[in-house]
């Protein structure tokens, strides 16, 4: 196994860092988008402070569409708009549009529920003092619900690398198109294996981060 990981060296570096970026672009995009929409459907629920059930059914349709796609027929749909929108539908950067929609849709869905989860006496407390719907949801809702968003994105980022995996298909590169290209397709078990062992121990350190994160800010 070590010889075949120093012959590839530079291609298994070169590996992890198209994971990463994928990864890194899907994580910007959940917290950056993924968290408003889901807090927008938590919202305009009915009975919620912002009641509207066209925005709600709208939002909520949308996202369930994108999280009934399996991934891999999401890539080849989105390949127009991605072309579209960076040049090309091949590449690494190409590789992130279809993993930024689905990491929004995914992290969304886990918002509203982290948000259904806070007692509604905290919501009723906070209107009664005056707050504004905006001062709600940051110095509340969100400030009730920081572990279970944590852990949230704990279990996203996880989904999101074993969808950075699927990439291949439109020359993303990462780690898991690696193992295929240079270890199955080519009969080398030894350094599937390795790219394995390298997933393994970073889903298990992210989990790992997460938790304790998780568990660091939860002062319930």
């Known amino acids: 196994m070590l010889d075949g990981v120093l012959q590839y060296e530079a291609q298994i570096w070169q590996a992890i860092g198209e ?15 993924g968290l408003p929409v889901g807090t927008v459907l938590f919202l305009c629920r009915k009975g919620q402070m912002l009641e509207n059930q066209f925005v709600f059914s709208t939002v909520n349709l949308l996202v369930n569409v994108i999280r009934s796609f399996p991934f891999l027929l999401l890539v080849v749909f989105l390949i127009p708009f991605t072309r579209l929108i960076i040049g090309t539908a091949i590449g690494t950067a190409a590789a992130t549009v279809p993993l930024a929609i689905i990491a929004i849709a995914h992290y969304s869905r886990l918002v509203e ?6 007692p ?17 949801v940051l110095n509340f809702l969100y400030v009730e619900a920081r572990s279970a968003l944590v852990l949230s994105l704990t279990t996203s980022i996880v989904s999101f690398i074993s969808f950075s995996t699927i990439m291949g298909v439109v020359g993303g590169g990462g780690i898991g198109d690696f193992a295929i290209r240079y270890g199955y397709q080519q009969f080398r078990t030894d ?10 121990i970073l889903v298990q350190s992210i989990q790992f981060i997460g938790m304790t994160v998780a568990r660091w800010i939860d002062k319930r």
Not at 120 to 133: K, L
Request: glycine residues 6%.
């Open 19 to 33: 994971t990463f970026i994928m990864v890194g672009v899907s994580i910007l995009a959940a917290v950056l988008v």
């Open 113 to 118: 529920q982290s948000l259904l989860d806070v």
């Open 120 to 136: 509604r006496g905290v919501i009723e407390a906070a209107v009664s003092m005056g707050a504004s719907v905006r001062e709600v």
């Open 191 to 200: 350094l599937m294996m390795y790219m394995i062992i390298i997933m393994v």
